[in-house]
């Protein structure tokens, strides 16, 4: 709990400051498309999480409340012999006798591992299906170029001539007052590309030719912010 607090503490920040530095590139402000009201609205939805954080926490394990509360009754209260959670369970006094019980660490270990084991067929399906879905034709196309060719410079030309052409048709497709967000999510989807494809063939080519590609990717990566 403490790690998540730290890491919502940190996205907090991010978004009072308006800045999310990249990964790779620190400079490159992930979040500098974003209004003020927009960045003030996510932080008071983060702030709400960390204020309920066991409430969020708990009420996710299955499906939802209900099914939790029957969880965490049977998996953890009753094999510590707690207090149970009632109909408006209450998750404060839940975490208080948790941190009052020696075993509860082992305890809670063991309802995690019985929790990802009781996973059905249908549930990993539906991962399955949604992590597919969530791919965007670009990225396969990608994933094919790149297990056929080590070419970085005729990847990159390839994703560029398949993704900059959609760029331009986008007042076609789109509309009007949401051309600049799909242009953005596009340059930026570019340069994502770009430094996967050098995290992935980064021992292939010197460093100045990376460096070279970095370049490029920080060019898409800023037409993204505009």
């Given at each position: 709990m403490n790690l998540i607090r730290s890491v919502l503490d940190w996205l907090i920040n991010c978004y009072v400051n308006r800045h999310m530095p990249h990964y790779f590139i620190p400079e490159q402000n992930l979040i500098g498309q974003l209004s003020k009201e927009r960045c003030d609205d996510v932080r008071k939805t983060l702030t709400t999480i960390k204020k309920h954080l066991w409430t969020e926490v708990m009420s996710s394990i299955e499906g939802g409340i209900v099914d939790s509360?029957?969880?965490i009754n049977k998996l953890i209260c009753d094999a510590l012999t707690i207090e149970r959670i009632g109909q408006s369970p209450d998750y404060?006094?839940?975490e208080a006798n948790l941190l009052q019980h020696p075993t509860a660490t082992r305890c809670l270990k063991g309802v995690v591992n019985d929790l990802k084991n009781s996973i059905t067929d249908h549930m990993v399906f539906e991962i399955n299906r949604w992590v597919s879905s969530s791919i965007l034709p670009f990225d396969k196309a990608v994933i094919y170029w790149m297990r056929n060719s080590t070419?970085?410079?005729e990847i990159i030309s390839k994703i560029e001539d398949l993704i900059l052409p959609s760029i331009k048709k986008l007042k076609e497709?789109?509309?009007e007052e949401y051309e600049d967000i799909f242009k953005a999510k596009l340059h930026r989807?570019?340069?994502d590309l770009l430094y996967s494809i050098l995290?992935?063939?980064?021992d292939k080519y010197s460093y100045e030719d990376r460096t070279k590609y970095q370049n490029k990717a920080l060019q898409y990566y800023k037409l993204g912010i505009k």
């Open positions: 509360r029957s969880t404060a006094m839940l070419n970085i410079a497709i789109v509309i989807h570019i340069g995290v992935c063939l980064h």
